[in-house]
């Protein structure tokens, strides 16, 4: 019984240990992949705006971290309790490439809005023509979007996967 007992607590110290060992490293690595990205943006350049564009990269990629991290850690623990996760596992891959699938402009226009940021292509207050058709002021840089106000006052909002040319008349 006593043998029994204490292959038990052995068995809940190592997952335990594990488990905080994995979270650790996962921690670690998404505050390194935050800092080298912030890093080689800086050494792109330090304009006006820098500040903001750092700040939704870092909160992105802090975001997508977490989400992955955690997914991790479910699973260990599930595993951990001794409850099978391979089927688990198997429909989450299924799940997942069902989504992805479905949101592959989704995912376009994502990438492509924290590319515009960290590029600095335009900044809100602008004046931008978009794929030599769209021209206007910047209102606003989503991750999905740019919304533009045209000279007659309308408002475009502009997917940020279909832009595929930029001219900034804000800038010389």
Known sequence: MVSSLQSLLLDIVRDTVYIAFVFLIGKLLIRGTTAAVLASMSVANKSEGFKERAD??????????????????????????????APLLAGAGALGLIAGLGSQTLIKDFVSGILISAEDQYRVGERVKINAIIEGTVLQIAMRLTTLRGDDGEIHHILNSSITMVTNFSRK
């Not at 595993?79 to 099978?84: K, V």
């Open 56 to 85: 939704t990269i870092r909160s992105v990629i802090r975001i997508i971290g977490n989400t992955i991290l955690y997914s991790v850690l479910l699973f260990l623990v599930l595993d951990a309790l001794g409850i099978d996760i």
